[in-house]
RNA sequence: GCGGGUGUGGCGGAACUGGCAGACGCGCCAGACUUAGGAUCUGGUGGAUUUCCGUGCAGGUUCGAGUCCUGUCACCCGCACCA
C-alpha cells in the first residue's frame, strides 16, 4: 500500500487542532500529569535534530499518560531573550522584537510538523510584556527580602560581546557564546543571594529523582566544605583570620598567604617597605583573567610582606606573610594558613620560596611531595594532638579554638551569589530607579511591567553601559516614595531570568492579577518529569530551584522543589561521530527528514536510534529501517480481519502491551520501538491478525507514531482519535507461558535444549533430563558430580 | 587532582534480581519479482571450524560472570590553585 505520509500528517494534525486533543482541562480533580521539556531559545537557525529527541520522548510520555487517563499539561514556550537575537538585529539592522516574532514562527511550525502533543494554548514567550511583567515583580520580590543587593565587584567581562558573564558563562576563560577573551572589570551589579540557599539546594536534593550525575553535578558545582576559621594575631597589632579544611595541622602553619586583593595589604600600607612591589603585583594578578590565574598551576608566584608578621597562634612561632594569586580573594576569608607538608599547593610554594616544611600527620616522605592523606597516620609534633587520628586531632582542636576564643567551626561554599545585571538592551529592564535621597526604590508594582523602551541603537557602548543609558527622556523619572528626581537602572536581566520561573507560568498561562493563581499551583505542581540538557545543570536547574524556594518561602508556591524527576538526553553527534555544528558541517536539518520521511519516522528514528542517555551518532542509513516498519505496520490493514482474539498472538500481544508500558516508564523508547518491530515481524510470520487486535497494536504504536496509528486505528474501524482512546492494559495472566525452553548445559556448555511445564519442580525436570537422548550421549563415561536446577530457567550438570 | 559515565559483531545497539551473549534495526550475502533496482518480498549473516574461541585488559568468587569483587588501561562529560 502506498504510504502517503504527507496527507496523512496533514489530516491527523487538523483533526487534533479541531478536537483540541491535546488541551489540558481545567478540571482539578482529575489525576494530572506535568511533563517538561526545556523551552527553546528560537534561533536563526531553526530547529537541529537535537532538538527533537527529547521533545518526542516526553510526548510519548505525555500522549500515553494522556491515554491512560491523566490530565496532561505538556507546554511548550520560547525563552526568547538574548545576545544572538540582539546580535543578529544589530546587523540587520532589525528589531529584536521582529527577529523574534519570525525565529517563533519558523520554530513553532518544525515543531508542529512533528506532530508533538504540545498544549499550543498555553504558549508562552519570556519577551511578551505581559509575561515579563512577573519576572520583573519577582525581582522585586527579591528586592524587598533582601536578596537582590548592588555591589562593586570585578566581574567577568566579554571583550566581544561587551557584556558582563556570569560565572557560570565563562568557559576556560573565555565567554561562552563567542569564544572571545573574558577579562575582570570593576562595575557596579546587582547580586542574588543564591548563597543564602546553598545548604538548601544540597539536602533537599535528597528527596528528589533526579539522575545520579545531576545531583552530583549540583553538589560539586555549590561546593560546600565543613572547616574552621582560625584567627592569626600579627605583629600589627591586629588579626588575620583564615579558612582551613585542615585545623587539624595548625601547628604544621609556617607562613601565610593572603590574596592580592585582600583588604589587608591597604590597612598595613604604611608599614610595608616593599608595599610597591606588592602593588605592583596585584596588578599584575588583576590584569589576568582567571583563566590565566588558574591555567600555570605549576609556577607559583608571590611576594612576601616585609613589615608585618603573623603568630602561629600554637606553636607563639613568628612566621610571614606573603600575597600570591594561587589565594582567591572570593573563597573563604581570602586568606589562607600554609601547612606545607601537607597541602600540594602549599608545598610547592614552600619549596619555590625555600620555606621550612613541618611534618605534623605521620606517613609519605615530605621530601618529595605533600602528604594528603588523612585516613591514615597519627598526629606529630603537635602538642596536645598528638597521638591522634586526623579526625579526631580536627574535632579537637576546634574544641581548643572555641575555648581559646580564636576560631570555630564553619562552613563553606564554591557557590557565589549570582550576577544578575547585563549591559545589553534584549532583556526585562530591572524595575528600580535611583533617587538622590532614598537610594534604590522599587517601581510600585501596579506599575509593572516597566516596558523596554524602543531605541534608536541596540549596540553596546563602548563604556560597557546598557544601550538604555544613553535614552535621557526615559532614564529621568521621578521617585515612587519622595517624588524626588531619580535615575532608572539601564541594566537588564540576564537569559537565565525568564527561564526561571516559566514552568509556573504554563499553569495559568493567562492570569493578569498573579503569576499564576494559588489553585492552579497547587493542582500541577511540582513538573512530574523535567528532561533537559546536561549543560543546564548549574545554571538553569539551579537558578530555577533557587527561585521556586524564594517563591515557597513568600507563599506564592505551594511547594519548595519545583521538579520531582529530571532526566537528560544524550546529544545527537554528527556521521562522523563528532558534535553537530555548523563549523563541522555535520548537522542535519529535521525538515529534510520530515519531507524525506515524515514525521512518525523521524520520530521513530530519534526515539531507536540507542540508549536515550547516551549520546548517539546520526545515521541516515537507518532511519530508513524505521519507515520499513512502519509501512509493514500500515500493510497489515490488508491481511487483517474480524474481530476478536488472534489466538496464536494473544500471548505475544500481552507481552508486548506489558513490554512497551513499562519500557516508556523506565525512558526505554528503543527497546520498546524494538519490541514492536518483533511483534509484526511475528504477525507476518503467523499471516493474519483480527481487527481489533491491530487496533490495540495501533493504540500501543500511537504515541510513537502518532499519524500512522491514527490512521491504521480509524481503517480497522476505531472509533474517535487513537490519541484519546484508553492505552492497552496487559492482563497478566495472558503472559505467562505454558511451557519454557530450559537449555541443559554440562559444565557451563549447552548440550540440549528441553520443553518443560512452567510448572514442573525439581525432580520433574530432571526426569525429563535423565531421559534426554542427548544429555545421555553428552554424559556417556563421565560421573556426575552435580546437578542444578533452577526451575524455569537452566540445568547444569557438573561431571568429571 | 576531584566527581560522573562508557568500553559487547562491519555499524547503532539488546541482555530481568548472575542463568542459551549478540534481541531489534542498518549494512552485507544469496534468491524471488522485475526492462531496471538505490523499491518490495524470502532466506542467511560474531569468529574460526566440527569443536572450540569470543563482551577493553589481568586476576578472583561461583555449578555458571557482559552482569559481582580486586587491580588495570582507554575514551567521554562536568569541576578544578575552593585551602
Redesign the pocket.
Known amino acids: 500500500m502506498n504510504y502517503d505520509y504527507k496527507a496523512q500528517e496533514a489530516k491527523w494534525q487538523k483533526r487534533w487542532d479541531d478536537a483540541h486533543a491535546f488541551e489540558a482541562k481545567q478540571d482539578f480533580t482529575l489525576p494530572k500529569y506535568y511533563p517538561l521539556v526545556e523551552f527553546p531559545y528560537p534561533s536563526g537557525q531553526g530547529l537541529h535534530v537535537g532538538h527533537p529527541r527529547p521533545y518526542t520522548a516526553l510526548d510519548i510520555v505525555a500522549r500515553k499518560k494522556r491515554m491512560q487517563g491523566y490530565n496532561v499539561l505538556y507546554p511548550m514556550g520560547w525563552d526568547a531573550f538574548g545576545l544572538p537575537t540582539e546580535n543578529f538585529a544589530i546587523k540587520n539592522k532589525i528589531h529584536p522584537k521582529t527577529v523574534t516574532e519570525r525565529n517563533v514562527a519558523r520554530f513553532k511550525g518544525q515543531l508542529k510538523a512533528l506532530g508533538l502533543s504540545f498544549d499550543w494554548s498555553r504558549e508562552i514567550n519570556t519577551t511578551d510584556p505581559s509575561y515579563y511583567k512577573w519576572t520583573q515583580w519577582i525581582f522585586l520580590q527579591l528586592f524587598k527580602k533582601g536578596l537582590a543587593y548592588k555591589k562593586e565587584m570585578a566581574v567577568n567581562f566579554c571583550t566581544s560581546c561587551k557584556v558582563v558573564l556570569a560565572?557560570?558563562e565563562v568557559?576556560n576563560g573565555v565567554c561562552e557564546r563567542c569564544q572571545s577573551t573574558v577579562i575582570r572589570k570593576v562595575k557596579s551589579q546587582w547580586m542574588l543571594k543564591i548563597t543564602e540557599y546553598a545548604d538548601r539546594l544540597i539536602n533537599d536534593l535528597d528527596g528528589l529523582d533526579y539522575i545520579?550525575?545531576v545531583k552530583?553535578?549540583q553538589?560539586?558545582?555549590i561546593?560546600r566544605?565543613t572547616?574552621a576559621q582560625i584567627r592569626f594575631a600579627t605583629t600589627a597589632g591586629d588579626d588575620l583570620t583564615?579558612?582551613?579544611?585542615?585545623c587539624d595541622t595548625l601547628f604544621g602553619a609556617t607562613y601565610m598567604v593572603i590574596?592580592p586583593e585582600h583588604a589587608m595589604v591597604e590597612k598595613w600600607k604604611d608599614r610595608l617597605s616593599n608595599y610597591d612591589e606588592i602593588a605592583a603585583y596585584r596588578t599584575a594578578s588583576s590584569r589576568k583573567s582567571?583563566f590565566e590565574?588558574?591555567e600555570?598551576?605549576k609556577?607559583?608566584?608571590g611576594v612576601c610582606l616585609q613589615g608585618v608578621r603573623a603568630i602561629n597562634p600554637v606553636t607563639g612561632k613568628e612566621i610571614p606573610i606573603f600575597v600570591?594569586?594561587?589565594?582567591?580573594?572570593?573563597?573563604?576569608?581570602?586568606?589562607?594558613?600554609a601547612?606545607p607538608a601537607h597541602?600540594?599547593?602549599?608545598f610547592?610554594f614552600a619549596k619555590a620560596f625555600g620555606l621550612p616544611i613541618v611534618q605534623v600527620v605521620e606517613g609519605g616522605s615530605i621530601e618529595e611531595a605533600a602528604y594528603t592523606d588523612v585516613d591514615t597516620g597519627k598526629m606529630i609534633h603537635s602538642g596536645f594532638l598528638n597521638g591522634l587520628d586526623v579526625e579526631d586531632a580536627k574535632v579537637r582542636m576546634i574544641e581548643y579554638l572555641e575555648e581559646k576564643g580564636i576560631g570555630h567551626a564553619k562552613v563553606?561554599?564554591?557557590l557565589r551569589d549570582w550576577v544578575f545585571s547585563r549591559q545589553r538592551y534584549w532583556g526585562e529592564p530591572i524595575p528600580l530607579v535611583e533617587c538622590e535621597h532614598c537610594g534604590w526604590v522599587a517601581i510600585p508594582e501596579e506599575q509593572l511591567p516597566v516596558m523596554l523602551p524602543e531605541v534608536d541603537s541596540y549596540e553596546p557602548t563602548e563604556n560597557g553601559e546598557s544601550p538604555l543609558s544613553a535614552m535621557e527622556d526615559w532614564v529621568r523619572c521621578t521617585c515612587p516614595v519622595c517624588g524626588g528626581a531619580a535615575r532608572r537602572e539601564t541594566d537588564t536581566m540576564p537569559q537565565w531570568a525568564g527561564s526561571s520561573w516559566y514552568f509556573l507560568r504554563y499553569c495559568d498561562p493567562h492570569n493578569d492579577k498573579e503569576l499564576a493563581s494559588r489553585e492552579a499551583l497547587a493542582y500541577w505542581m511540582p513538573v512530574d518529569w523535567y528532561n533537559g540538557g546536561?549543560?543546564h545543570?548549574?545554571l538553569h536547574l539551579l537558578y530555577s530551584r533557587f527561585w521556586a524556594k524564594f517563591l515557597y518561602d513568600i507563599d506564592v508556591l505551594p511547594q519548595s522543589e519545583p521538579y520531582s524527576k529530571r532526566t537528560s538526553h544524550g546529544m545527537i553527534l554528527g556521521e562522523n561521530?563528532e558534535?553537530m555544528s555548523k563549523s563541522r558541517g555535520n548537522v542535519v536539518n529535521p525538515d529534510d527528514i520530515v519531507r524525506d520521511y515524515g514525521a512518525d519516522t523521524m520520530r521513530l528514528y530519534e526515539m531507536?536510534?540507542?540508549?536515550f542517555e547516551?549520546?548517539?551518532?546520526w545515521?541516515p542509513?537507518?532511519i530508513?529501517?524505521?519507515?520499513?516498519?512502519l509501512?509493514?505496520v500500515l500493510?497489515l490493514t490488508e491481511i487483517a480481519e474480524g474481530e476478536g482474539v488472534t489466538a496464536a498472538l494473544e500471548k505475544k500481544l500481552h507481552k508486548l502491551i506489558k513490554k512497551v508500558t513499562e519500557d516508556i516508564d523506565a525512558m526505554?523508547f528503543?527497546?520498546a520501538?524494538?519490541?514492536m518491530?518483533?511483534f509484526?515481524?511475528d504477525v507476518?510470520?503467523h499471516g493474519s491478525i483480527t481487527k481489533s487486535d491491530l487496533r490495540t497494536f495501533a493504540l500501543l504504536l500511537c504515541p510513537f507514531a502518532p499519524h500512522l496509528a491514527e490512521e491504521v486505528y480509524e481503517m480497522m474501524g476505531g472509533v474517535g482519535l487513537a490519541s484519546l482512546a484508553p492505552f492497552p492494559v496487559c492482563d497478566e495472566s495472558k503472559t505467562v507461558d505454558d511451557t519454557v525452553?530450559?537449555?541443559v548445559?554440562i559444565?557451563?556448555?549447552?548440550r540440549a535444549?528441553l520443553t518443560v511445564d512452567v510448572q514442573a519442580d525439581k525432580e520433574a525436570i530432571l526426569a525429563l533430563v535423565h531421559a534426554d537422548a542427548k544429555v545421555a550421549e553428552a554424559l556417556q563415561g563421565k560421573t556426575v558430580v552435580?546437578e542444578?536446577v533452577?526451575p524455569g530457567?537452566?540445568i547444569?550438570i557438573?561431571v568429571k
Open positions: 560565572n557560570e568557559v545520579e550525575r552530583a553535578q553538589i560539586n558545582w561546593g566544605s572547616g583564615v579558612y582551613t579544611t585542615r590574596a582567571d590565574r588558574t600555570l598551576v609556577e607559583k608566584t600570591s594569586d594561587y589565594v582567591l580573594a572570593g573563597y573563604g576569608t581570602g586568606a589562607i594558613m601547612v597541602d600540594d599547593r602549599d610547592a563553606n561554599f564554591k546536561m549543560e545543570t548549574t561521530g558534535k531507536f536510534i540507542g540508549d547516551q549520546s548517539a551518532p545515521n542509513q537507518s530508513k529501517g524505521c519507515k520499513r516498519f509501512e509493514r500493510n526505554k528503543n527497546t520501538i524494538a519490541a518491530m518483533g509484526v515481524n507476518y510470520d525452553q530450559m537449555p548445559q559444565n557451563g556448555k549447552v535444549v552435580k542444578i533452577i530457567r537452566i547444569n557438573v
